[in-house]
């Protein structure tokens, strides 16, 4: 063979690896095949796919079963800037695995399972500028710093429940952050000056329990971090208090308190502490626990501090909040805040006293508390809140529109007013109202129409999610109008309205427009009428095309079609719409809509024949047979303690944790798993059934991954019709991470049923609770 020839074959057998390895990735992962962004992620891999070109640039493989990153894996992604690979089983790393990667800009290895950090992987990382490591198993970061090499890192994250060492030059190379996360529940040692090499820091997130390192940590802070949050520590010792005494003389303009438990003891010195901090200006207190009601075990004096302006508290608990004080001992404090949240923490009252000596608030936000008609009107007293300019009542137990207004009447400077979602029913025909008002929300309020009780002087107004069937308001100043999910059947008059720019009326009972109600909005620019009954006539959709006065004209699908074809697309610019001869013809378009039924009457025969339509038949019929099946198997035929109902992405937990303990209990536990227990060859849905009726109990481990999982639902739905119609209790739910019910998919009607009358076991990350989690499942195994 001549030496053209070995060229030739050489060309041509690097085509032919390179077309295989990208079928194999189109294959692994259908929608890397044309795309810049490939997303790979949930799919069950169990190693990056092959077959990676420079095209990419952002890459998730999110939540797989990836073990090892191969140093040939990402070779050809060198134009990669976004790497997801977080939530994998990683547990190690090819030390040249990133090497072409340099203008990579995200890499996220966190929830993993990697033991060591090692700074030969970060190298080549030129570019970098956000790196998350959390929640993997490594105890330390080294003797030396993983990330000298990363001149362009603006935030990272460390830590997990294993993490108890930071060493000096951890974090060499790092000069500049914009976000700094550390996870440090477990850390024990802290080497003095290792964080005081990074000389800005803007957010510094850190996760602590130990006192002794957090002032540790402070102390090399002072001058380098301006919003300091602080997450799971509890100040509940007064005598610890003298440790944080180094606070003081931080620079820092923010403090956040997340998860954090506070007591009547330190409350004092806290509040001592943060009245120190030279440049403080945000106080922050989100989802904590104050232990007390308030009777400070000492007189707070206060240093009047000139610097604190905002104060935050968002789900404050506190136990007996019905027994908390007026507050008289912090109201010095007051003077110098303009804006104050305090939501979702259970306040039912302002004392008079406290408001009044908010002299510079300008903003309140008193949203989801437990506000009354007559709370509000001791809270909004006279020479209470005098510049205020933005209140915020919203999800309160406000009832009497009439009250509300009067109540906050002298408020000369109020601008903006939110009573959203309270019920205030039957609405006045006069109310009297502050003077200035130019905002409010009356959205979700049951008022079934409007009056002249609304104030005159409005320039928004939004009454949406009523039961309004008209609206004929005089509001000359009105700018904003938003209707959205009434029973309006015609547009609100123009003439009353003459400065309207923006109108909604989404969701309505709109069925048309006509062209002296168009052209009566003369300073209109965006009106969004989607979500209504449009008739849809060539002549309406023509005269709102060429109408030139509104700039902007959203018209929702029509329900009814009277010309030949919908026009008006949904969120779709009128503007946009083209009308020509062929949509105006009847014929064309319903012998178009039979060919096309025809071809998808074709399409589902072959796709049901590719697909195995006649599977799924089997399967619907073997419910229907559990669901007509009688009475559950007799005693002597059960030889389970429970089936284990879960999800392959939650094996890992189920087969070495919860297997582990309960099957080397004593007595042990004998556990149902369709892995090792269902009967080779037979059909899977009969295994499912037959492994239910043989097990005294049917224990469901739910996560994320369990909703998702269709294999889940059929096990849950036969349970149901086996188990809970028979009116016992032989369902467990094992919740394996958090899962609020409103977001559990609505195929999952019987997990949301379940989850809302029955009690669940929710699977501690503390390990110091993880004892009592196992002794309540095993008294519920054996109940």
């Known amino acids: 063979m001549t030496k053209h020839s070995w060229q030739v074959w050489a060309i041509y057998m690097l085509l032919a690896a390179n077309l295989s390895e990208q079928q194999a990735l189109k294959q692994a992962c259908p929608s890397c095949s044309d795309a810049q962004l490939c997303n790979c992620s949930s799919m069950g891999l169990d190693f990056i796919p092959p077959g990676l070109t420079a095209k990419i640039t ?40 990133f090497q072409s990667l340099a203008k990579l800009e995200l890499l996220d290895l966190s929830n993993n399972s990697l033991a060591h950090l090692s700074p030969v992987w970060f190298g080549h990382l030129f570019s970098l500028q956000h790196l998350h490591l959390q929640g993997n198993f490594y105890r330390d970061l080294g003797e030396s710093s993983p990330f000298s090499g990363l001149r362009n890192l603006s935030s990272l994250r460390l830590g997990n429940p294993r993490f108890s060492v930071i060493r000096q030059g951890n974090f060499e190379g790092i000069e500049l952050l914009n976000k700094l996360w550390i996870d440090g529940g477990n850390l024990s040692q802290y080497e003095q000056g290792s964080l005081k090499l990074i000389k800005k820091i803007n957010h510094m997130v850190i996760n602590l329990r130990n006192i002794n390192i957090f002032s ?14 602080v997450r799971r520590i509890a100040f509940s010792n007064s005598a610890e208090m003298q440790l944080l005494r180094v606070m003081s003389s931080s620079f820092a303009k923010k403090i956040s308190f997340k998860q954090t438990l506070l007591t009547d003891a330190t409350v004092p010195e806290i509040v001592s502490i943060l009245e120190d901090m030279p440049k403080l200006v945000e106080v922050e207190l989100i ?51 303009t804006r104050v949240t305090v939501r979702n923490t259970k306040v039912f009252l302002v004392p008079c006293r406290i408001s009044q000596h ?151 009972k709109l069925n048309s427009f006509s062209k002296e109600e168009f052209e009566s909005f003369k300073r209109m620019e965006l009106l969004d009428a989607s979500d209504n009954n449009f008739i849809c006539s060539c002549e309406f959709l023509s005269f709102i095309h060429h109408q030139a006065g509104i700039s902007q004209v959203l018209v929702g699908w029509p329900d009814k079609y009277v010309c030949d074809s919908p026009l008006a697309v949904r969120g779709a610019q009128v503007g946009a719409v083209h009308l020509s001869l062929m949509e105006c013809h009847r014929s064309l378009v319903v012998s178009s809509i ?50 284990v109902s879960y999800s392959e992405n939650d094996s890992n937990w189920v087969e070495n944790v919860m297997v582990r303990e309960l099957e080397q209990a004593c007595p042990p536990f004998r556990l149902c798993l369709h892995k090792r227990d269902f009967v080779p060859g037979k059909w899977i849905v009969d295994n499912i059934i037959d492994s239910i009726e043989k097990s005294h109990k049917t224990l469901f481990v739910l996560s994320e991954h369990f909703v998702q999982s269709e294999w889940c639902k059929y096990e849950l739905d036969f349970s149901h019709f086996r188990l809970f119609d028979e009116n016992n209790d032989a369902v467990i739910l094992v919740l394996l991470e958090p899962i609020q019910s409103k977001t559990i998919p609505k195929r999952f009607c019987k997990l949301r049923k379940i989850m809302n009358t029955k009690t669940y076991l929710e699977w501690p990350l503390e390990e110091e609770q993880q004892q009592m989690f196992w002794f309540n499942l095993k008294i519920a195994l054996k109940s």
């Open 594 to 643: 039979c060919i096309l039924v025809f071809l998808v009457i074709l399409i589902l025969v072959a796709v049901g024949y590719k697909y195995h339509a006649v599977w799924y038949l089997r399967m619907t019929w073997a419910w229907l047979q559990a669901k007509r099946k009688p009475k559950r198997a007799p005693p002597k035929d059960i030889c389970y303690d429970a089936f």
């Open 216 to 229: 540790e940590i402070v102390r090399d802070l002072l001058h380098s971090v301006t919003w300091l949050e």
């Open 358 to 508: 908010l002299r510079s608030l300008e903003y309140l936000d008193l949203s989801a508390n437990l506000l009354g008609d007559q709370s509000l009107e001791h809270s909004a007293c006279q020479g209470g809140w005098p510049l205020l300019q933005t209140l915020n009542l919203s999800q309160n137990s406000l009832g009497d529109l009439e009250m509300t207004g009067r109540s906050l009447s002298h408020l000369r400077n109020l601008i903006v007013l939110d009573i959203s979602q309270n019920n205030f029913g039957e609405i006045p025909d006069a109310c009297e109202w502050p003077k200035n008002l130019k905002y409010l929300n009356l959205s979700s309020t049951q008022i079934p129409e409007v009056t002249t009780c609304i104030p005159p002087t409005l320039e928004v107004l939004d009454v949406s999610a009523n039961n309004l069937k008209e609206f004929g308001l005089q509001l000359p100043f009105l700018k904003e109008l938003y209707l959205t999910k009434n029973q309006l059947k015609t547009l609100p008059g123009a003439a009353p309205i003459p400065n309207l720019v923006v109108m909604s009326v989404r969701r309505n």
């Open 287 to 337: 989802d904590c626990r104050l232990l007390g009601t308030g009777q400070w075990e000492m007189q707070i004096q206060a240093n009047q501090s000139q610097t604190v302006r905002v104060l935050t508290i968002q789900k404050l608990s506190i136990e007996e909040f019905y027994l908390f004080t007026d507050l008289r001992t912090v109201q010095d404090l007051l003077f110098l805040f």
């Open 58 to 97: 952002m890459l998730n493989l999110a939540h797989n079963r990836i073990k090892h990153i191969r140093s040939q894996d990402l070779q050809q992604a060198v134009n990669l800037r976004a790497l997801l690979l977080q939530s994998n089983k990683i547990s190690s790393i090819d030390e040249d695995s």
